[in-house]
């Protein structure tokens, strides 16, 4: 069964720096989604992007973040200078239309700031 | 805005009882869709079941249903003839009207009993 994967599974980055998180949804998805999970706490949306663009973004998702599909297959992630409270879980999530279709998820990054 | 509340932050069954797992939501959108993950201690994502805000019956899909009384802001799920396996943690989600933006809930961790 096609699944989302997510690279790398855990990261850890020095507090300042910048850290790209990557994704290659199901491939015949259209519609891709950021999430983040601090430990311990619920998921919160980040982004939702179609047809090239973003979709719709929440509080969280600042100047610090963006998001590309720099070719075919990936989604990425970028957060610009990393701060301490970023650490996190990010889940990468597809659909094959946005209406009443599951997201099918990764299996996350796991993303340590120092 | 839109909410979702888990009000049980743990619940305990045994094994092979069925289980209730509370959700409200709250809303101004007239069509929404609410979804039903599941995450393992091992912490990916799975989707459960499906309820759209127009659908007349309850979702169900094999042992998961989902009890949506629209009129009350609620989408339970209940998991009938509990497993072993069926500890985790269960989140409730709702999506907004275009489906483009997603909240869940803080999640509810299920422990089943031998």
């Known amino acids: 069964e096609p699944e989302v994967t997510q690279t790398p599974s855990h990261q850890v980055t020095q507090m300042g720096q910048e850290v790209i998180l990557r994704c290659v949804p199901i491939?015949?998805?259209?519609?891709f989604y950021w999430y983040r999970q601090i430990l311990g706490q619920k998921v919160e949306f980040l982004v939702s992007?179609?047809?090239?663009?973003?979709?719709?973004k929440s509080e969280i998702f600042d100047d610090q973040f963006s998001v590309e599909r720099p070719d075919g297959s990936n989604f990425t992630l970028k957060i610009r200078s990393t701060k301490l409270e970023d650490s996190a879980m990010y889940f990468c999530a597809s659909s094959e239309v946005a209406r009443e279709q599951p997201q099918h998820f990764g299996d996350g990054t796991r993303l340590s700031i120092l | 805005a839109q909410k979702i509340t888990q009000t049980q932050p743990g619940m305990f069954v045994q094994e092979k009882e069925a289980v209730t797992l509370d959700c409200t939501y709250d809303?101004?959108?007239?069509?929404?869709?609410l979804f039903w993950y599941k995450q393992p201690s091992s912490g990916e994502m799975i989707f459960l079941i499906y309820q759209g805000s127009y659908d007349e019956q309850n979702a169900t899909e094999g042992r998961y249903s989902l009890n949506f009384q629209k009129a009350r802001k609620s989408a339970n799920l209940v998991i009938s003839a509990s497993q072993l396996g069926d500890s985790a943690m269960y989140f409730c989600a709702m999506s907004a009207y275009n489906f483009n933006k997603f909240y869940f809930g803080s999640g509810t961790k299920l422990n089943v009993k031998p």
């Open positions: 491939s015949n998805h259209l519609y």
């Open positions: 992007f179609y047809n090239n663009e973003i979709s719709e």
């Open positions: 809303t101004s959108d007239q069509s929404y869709g």
